[in-house]
């Protein structure tokens, strides 16, 4: 197993693989520094994860008076995108968290609770040990839940049962990777799914997917597995400029691609999993199939105290799933004026990861500190998203692009071709993205 412990001070070293690139990607530190603003207002901030940390401390160096409290119950703050590198035997398994309190802002109060309901119209969030906090202000980003329960036959603390695993939990990346290994081993039959509610990282099925190709390759045992990857979309990838080069890449590995599939339950006693086809919201055919290794998803929703406090959309394809009701590019709540959502639990028409979550945080905090000011929020926010799909151990497929689906490479990536997988572009994701999430996103300042 490759280790990748990268300490503060070697960040700037490391960060030099795309120097420019970490610099330009969220505006310098100087310009995440020098705005400032004397507005005042208690601000409560939902959820201490990528977006309410980040921009906890990013309102915490703008606002010279800040009073801003987070409500989360986590004692460890995990980087989620290692947890396909996890999986696939690059990361050890200690190499994606914090201690929680190590990465509350100083001076950002901590209440360690969840939340119960949210109160809009009284302005209070009751948590479920600690009682009502009143807000002026309200950040509402607590991610989104894996629905385990969405699916027969299993639940998170069964995953490995019957060999059927999920990387996106730390526990179930952990054990993905010893059971990949164990499966080109043996050989035999692989199923890889995604899901068909909106969900978080959408490229991490296909990365798990193609790094077991790759390390079967490796240890020269290729001829003995057999790879399917199932999708509930009607096509394996939304942006037409990277489509095509990641189809050619799953026919080129022999990895058998199935549409319009998602799956219903899974018995890990006899290595079934059931798949329903799905066209125009019909089940057109169910099916059985034995495997020797699965990965699959679970369905998201946003968490239930958002509908219960009515903060969620109320019309569209998706609003069974819960999404908070905002404006897509101010990120204000389209009822709530005083209340900004981003990330995970929002509605935003766009990809749910920690790179769009980046190009959010700076946005959404102009815009409420222009909301305390008694402003208009004038910042727009163009839907940036990016997923660096990992074809191989050494390759990634940068795919970077705005709600309109085109791509947005970033500098220095836009002067290479990136409709085709590079090198550089996996030595960001492996060794530059974690040190700039903890050092620069979760410190205010990239």
């Not at 101010?330 to 980046?358: C, M, Q, W």
Request: charged share 25%.
């Amino acid at each position: 197993m490759q280790k990748n412990n990268i300490d503060r001070r070697n960040f700037l070293k490391i960060a030099g693989i795309g120097g420019a690139a970490l610099a330009a990607a969220g505006g310098a530190t100087y310009a995440a520094t020098k705005f400032s603003s004397n507005a005042k207002g208690k601000i409560v901030i939902v959820g201490g994860g990528a977006a309410g940390l980040s921009i906890a401390a990013r309102l915490n160096r703008w606002l010279e008076n800040p009073d801003i409290t987070v409500v989360d119950p986590s004692d460890r703050h995990y980087y989620q995108p290692g947890f396909t590198l996890i999986g696939g035997g690059v990361y050890g398994a200690d190499d994606v968290y914090k201690a929680q309190k190590d990465c509350i802002p100083s001076g950002v109060k901590w209440v360690k609770d969840s939340v119960a309901i949210v109160d809009a119209d009284k302005k209070t969030v009751k948590t479920i040990k600690s009682g009502e906090i009143a807000y002026d202000f309200l950040v509402l980003t607590p991610g989104l839940e894996l629905r385990w329960d969405m699916v027969e036959g299993i639940d998170e603390a069964g995953l490995g049962a019957g060999n059927a695993h999920c990387i996106y939990c730390h526990s179930g990346a952990i054990k993905t990777w010893a059971a990949i290994q164990e499966f080109v081993k043996k050989g035999g039959k692989g199923i890889y799914t995604d899901t068909y509610t909106k969900h978080k990282c959408g490229g991490a099925p296909k990365k798990i997917c193609l790094l077991t190709e790759h390390h079967a390759r490796k240890q020269n045992r290729r001829d003995a597995i057999d790879l399917n990857f199932y999708t509930a979309s009607k096509e394996l990838y939304d942006v037409p400029y990277f489509t095509p080069r990641l189809l050619e890449i799953y026919k080129e590995r022999n990895v058998h691609l199935n549409t319009n599939t998602r799956v219903k339950g899974i018995d890990t006693a006899s290595k079934k999993v059931w798949l329903d086809t799905v066209k125009d919201g019909k089940i057109v055919k169910s099916v059985a199939e034995d495997y020797d290794f699965l990965h699959f998803l679970p369905p998201m929703t946003a968490p239930k105290f958002v509908t219960e406090s009515g903060l969620s959309a109320t019309s569209g394809k998706r609003v069974s799933e819960g999404w908070v009701s905002v404006d897509k590019h101010t990120l204000v709540h389209t009822k709530y004026k005083n209340i900004i959502s981003f990330g995970d639990v929002s509605g935003l028409p766009t990809s749910k990861t920690s790179a769009a979550i980046r190009k959010q945080v700076p946005i959404a905090a102009r815009n409420l500190i222009s909301l305390m000011e008694d402003k208009e929020p004038a910042f727009s926010y163009d839907g940036y998203a990016a997923c660096p799909i990992i074809t191989d151990y050494g390759h990634v497929l940068m795919c970077e692009f705005d709600y309109k689906k085109e791509r947005m490479n970033s500098f220095p990536l836009n002067m290479l071709d990136m409709s085709k997988e590079s090198r550089l572009a996996w030595m960001l994701k492996v060794y530059a993205l974690k040190p700039m999430y903890f050092y620069g996103m979760l410190n205010g300042i990239a």
